[in-house]
Nanobody, 122 residues
């Protein structure tokens, strides 16, 4: 089983930046597709970004395109979500998730982290 730990969340003003990290100790993480999701109370969990296991393909929700980037360092077993030009509507708990196979935008991932809170003030 792949264990995932997110970090990097916090409080930031609108227009600011944060970089989230998703670290794993599992050997299969390097060959797993990884997705970032976010969940705001009262809403469904939403796909934000995803990256293939090689890092050659990336995917983004329309709401974050041009503002967020995703990358991975398989030597460090870590995936990053760089969030720029943050908006108050980006406020949520952010989760990373891993699965075998390709990136999907649904929540069909086998492994999930515990989440990290991102709060963007106006």
């Amino acid at each position: 089983q792949v264990q995932l730990v997110e970090s990097g969340g916090g409080l930031v003003q609108a227009g600011g930046s944060l970089r989230l990290s998703c670290a794993s100790s599992g050997r299969t993480f390097r060959t797993s597709a990884v997705g970032w999701f976010r969940h705001d109370p009262g809403k469904e969990r939403e796909f934000v970004a995803g990256i293939s296991w090689r890092g050659s393909s990336t995917y983004f929700a329309d709401s974050v395109k041009g503002r967020f980037t995703i990358s991975r360092d398989n030597a460090k077993n870590t995936v990053y979500l760089q969030m720029n030009s943050l908006k108050p509507e980006d406020t949520a708990v952010y989760y990373c998730a891993a699965r075998s196979g390709i990136v999907v935008t649904t929540t069909e991932y086998e492994n999930w982290g515990q989440g990290t809170q991102v709060t963007v003030s106006s």
